[in-house]
Each structure stands twice: as C-alpha cells, then as structure tokens.
C-alpha cells in the first residue's frame, strides 16, 4: 500500500514548455487534489477531483489544467510554463470531498521554470 | 474570501519547552480547523484537528484550542523534542460552493537541543 505516488519529483522547465504531473492513490479514495507550496503562502489549492468524472477549479487554477483519468490517477498539466509557477506541488487524496475529512499527501515535485 | 493568518513564521525553541502556533481566520461559518505537520522534505501530515462545537483538543504533548469568538485557533506543543522540529500549517474550512480548506502560510519550529 503506496498511498499517494506522484512523478517527477524533481523537474526543470523552460519557459513555454508543457509538462504532466502524475498523481495515483491505492486507498480507493474518491476526491484528489493538487495543491502548491510557495514559501509564505501555505499550501493554495489549484484544482480538486471531488469524485472520478468532475473536476474544479481551486484558488489558483490559471495556466493548469487536470484530469482525472480513472478513479486512481489525477494529473496536473502545464500547457506553456511560467517562472511564477516554479513551486513544490503535491497531490493529495481523500476518502470523500468532506472537509474534514483527512488528506493524504503525495511526496511532492520540485519543479522549476526557467 | 476567507484569509488564515499564521503566528510565528518561525520558532525556535529549547528541547523540553513548550510551543504555541497561532491561527486567526476571518469566515465565521468556518467549523473544521485541522493542524497538518511537514518535517523537512517529507510531506504534510494531519497531526490534530478541532470542530467548531469543542473548545479545546487534546492528543499526548498536543492540543489545540479554539476561540470562536475572536475567530483564532492555536497549536500547542508541551515537552517538546527534537522530532517536533518541522513546518507546521494550520486550515481553516471554508464554503465557496463545495466546502474547502484554505492553509495558513506556515511556521517553521526548530527545537534546539
């Protein structure tokens, strides 16, 4: 029992270049998350899963796009990449989209925009 | 929006003492208020969390207390050891459409042997 698996953990991008982000869960959990970590800003929601087949946005979706390609997986795209989005993403899941229910955290990936 | 506001940003304390983290938060309809913690290059992990109808919380060398009223929530850590060393964030729920959490900015403890 992995958890949350997420690839790359470490990725360089020049700016204007696309990348996915992959995120898988074995808990059979039904809600996934993407989140970034800047330094000062906590943890900001990008886009969230609530059940396989919905997708939304979160605080900060501009320049990502995601999908929730079966119960298991929820990937994280960046079309053309930007300096301001170098940051540490981290995927996470739930049980279901309650709030208090608990997160479960991927082990991140440094990515870098050059 | 909602706005969580996180005290310190660091702290530095000596292994044995005791460590308070500070929330406020400005949504009055919050009522779910976890503690994650994320020690160096790891990832968060729910430590504690506190509903809107308790007071206080308590789980071995930590708690949590909740003030409703002054709408600020804090972290409390008693005897403390180097392993508590770590980024701990705070959340508040919010309800924009579906209910979610928004993080505070964090504050990085190191306890000092």
């Known amino acids: 029992n992995a958890g949350v698996t997420q690839t790359p953990k470490f990725q360089v991008l020049k700016t204007g270049q696309s990348m996915t982000l992959q995120c898988a869960q074995d808990?059979?959990?039904?809600?996934m998350y993407w989140y970034r970590q800047d330094p000062g800003m906590g943890l900001r929601l990008i886009y969230y899963?609530?059940?396989?087949?919905?997708?939304d946005k979160g605080e900060v979706p501009n320049g990502y796009n995601v999908s929730r390609l079966n119960k298991r997986e929820f990937s994280l795209r960046l079309e053309s990449a930007a300096p301001s989005q170098t940051s540490v993403y981290f995927c996470?899941?739930?049980?279901?989209?309650?709030?208090?229910?608990?997160?479960?955290f991927g082990s991140g990936t440094q990515l870098s925009v050059l | 929006g909602e706005n969580v506001e996180q005290h310190p940003s660091t702290l530095s304390v000596q292994e044995g003492d005791s460590a308070v983290i500070k929330c406020t938060y400005s949504?009055?309809?919050?009522?779910?208020f976890p503690w994650y913690k994320q020690e160096l290059g790891k990832r968060p992990q729910l430590i504690i969390d506190?509903?809107?109808?308790?007071g206080e919380k308590k789980d071995q060398r930590i708690a949590v207390t909740l003030n409703k009223t002054a709408k600020h929530f804090s972290l409390h850590i008693t005897e403390t050891q180097p392993e508590d060393s770590a980024v701990y964030f705070c959340?508040?729920?919010?309800?924009?459409?579906?209910?979610?959490?928004?993080f505070g900015q964090g504050t990085r403890l190191t306890i000092n042997p």
């Open positions: 899963s609530a059940s396989e087949g919905t997708t």
């Open positions: 808990m059979n959990h039904n809600s």
């Open positions: 949504d009055s309809a919050s009522n779910y």
């Open positions: 506190i509903r809107s109808n308790v």
């Open positions: 959340a508040a729920s919010i309800v924009q459409g579906a209910q979610k959490l928004v």
């Open positions: 996470a899941s739930s049980e279901n989209d309650r709030v208090d229910e608990k997160l479960f």
